[in-house]
């Protein structure tokens, strides 16, 4: 077992790549690639020479560098096994319940669908990672694209269920704007309140607030708090079933 040397890459207008360097075998991986360029910069300040490429769902957001980088580096391409033919250059397969062995460090697998049907989650618990892509976001969660309400409440739950400590390391800057549309559900919830007021903070000095922790998202993201009976209160579902209350809250997110 290894821990992670995690570098965040700022990419496109909002996106989130990260490079991770394992302490044993000193392995290096790109999780989520949008673009190569950027990924090329940051290796060579660095000083660092890829391996892998890690993905979590099919979009070019996330594997647009792909295969300029696999090119380049001849490293290897990891993903999820339910969207094998619609990510290219693909070469391991994993799935829900995989453990995926990087190096010296071990990452545990989670098929988390919705936003797309093959998404996956990679949870390294030595580090307190978890790379989520677009299914969990810093107070939000991920459009419900290709799956159904159902399918991304489940998901979510999978990665509730980690360990508070673990740290968020999602793939896109949207908590801003998440984060308006949280305390529009949870009025009276303080610590989400105080949340909010940081991060208005943060942004207008233009830092970033991924990553962010586990433990706070389950106090605070709307999204993970559907079985809340206060939050079925607040969206006028007091007898609504946890999937009804976060289809609810999922749809006010989408014309928010």
Known sequence: MSTLEIEQIPTRSDNYVYLIKESGQGKVGVVDPSDAEPVIEALDRLGWTLTHIINTHHHNDHTGGNLELKEKYGCE??????DHDRIAGIDIDVGDGDTYTFGDAVAKVYD????????IG?????SKALFCGDTLFALGCGRVFEGTFEQMWDSLGKLRALPDDTMVYCAH????ANAKFAVTIETDNQALIERAAEIDALRAENKRTVPSLLGLEKETNPFLRADVASVAEAVGLPNGS???????????KDNF
């Not at 990679?122 to 030595?126: M, R, V």
Request: charged fraction near 25%; aromatic fraction near 14%; proline fraction near 9%.
């Open 77 to 82: 391409i990891v993903g999820p096994l339910a």
């Open 112 to 119: 988390t669908p919705g936003h797309t049907r093959g998404h």
């Open 122 to 126: 990679y949870w390294f618990e030595e």
């Open 173 to 176: 800057e949207y908590t801003q």
């Open 242 to 252: 946890p999937v009804e209350v976060f289809g609810e809250i999922r749809t006010r």
